[in-house]
């Protein structure tokens, strides 16, 4: 909102912005995208490979932009990322060559560390990826990874608090 603020846009002369979240609640995403098409928006942007799909099957007209998404050509969101195709295009987070690296900095400064833990979903596409790579790439470390599941975007695991407050739930996806 800043940069479009410094671009000169302002909110409401010229420029409405609709924010929706889910707050973790996957199965929302497909009424928050039927809403969005119903107020007729110029353009949707999402973050996570979900919101697309939901975004996707909502409409085929309007822009969808979306970033977070670890794998869009994997995860069939996009037809290939030099030609996205139809009405969806975004910004790739496929950074899997990042868990060689964090591993390796880790061990650089733990370098009798043999175990660690690493959080992810199962049910996620991107975290499967990436827990599959860390693992890989911990064989050639002499370190072992031990597999912290979280199956639901809202779960925690055991010892971790919630760092956030729920926020209020609303009739309408979108619009309080």
Known sequence: MQTLTELGYVQNQGLLVERCFAEGKIERLPAMAT?????KVDVIFTVSTPGVRAAQSATTTIPIVFVGVADPVGSGVVRSLARPGANTTGISTQLLDLNAKELQLLKE???RARHVAILWNP??????ASFADSERVASTLNTTIGPVRIAKPA???P???EEYPRRRTHSSPCRS
């Open 159 to 161: 010892g971790f608090s």
């Open 35 to 39: 809403e969005l098409v119903q107020l």
């Open 123 to 128: 049910a996620n596409q991107a975290s499967t």
């Open 155 to 157: 779960g925690r695991a």
């Open 109 to 111: 400064i733990l370098p």
